[in-house]
Nanobody, 113 residues
Framework: VRLVESGGGLVQPGGSLRLSCAAS????????MRWYRQAPGKERELVAY????????TYADSVKGRFTISRDNAKNMVYLQMNNLKPEDTAVYSC???????WGQGTQVTVSS
């Protein structure tokens, strides 16, 4: 079982990034997925949730209107499109399958001028 995130990096405030999470080793399309983030010295924060079909999504108030979670069940992928990034979005972002307790290793996002 693997969850592998990619797409992180350094971006200026106001910029965009698209994170990807590749899933393998389990029936991906049968499970809800989440993106979390953790900034240095802070607790892990749930950023976004997506249902098995992608019809239902929820977001943390801090990212609502700027981030979009999506999934492609044919490719076993879940994405996080992040727009209008702010310095406070700087964190390690990880994807998670809550039912199975699977976690990826995370990808660093740094928003700085």
């Amino acid at each position: 079982v693997r969850l592998v995130e990619s797409g992180g990096g350094l971006v200026q405030p106001g910029g965009s990034l698209r994170l990807s999470c590749a899933a393998s080793g389990f029936a991906f399309s049968s499970y809800n997925m989440r993106w979390y983030r953790q900034a240095p010295g802070k607790e892990r924060e749930l950023v976004a949730y997506i249902s098995t079909t992608g019809v239902s999504t929820t977001y943390a108030d801090s990212v609502k209107g700027r981030f979009t979670i999506s999934r492609d069940n044919a490719k076993n992928m879940v994405y996080l499109q992040m727009n209008n990034l702010k310095p406070e979005d700087t964190a390690v972002y990880s994807c998670n399958c809550p039912t199975k307790g699977y976690w990826g290793q995370g990808t660093q996002v740094t928003v700085s001028s």
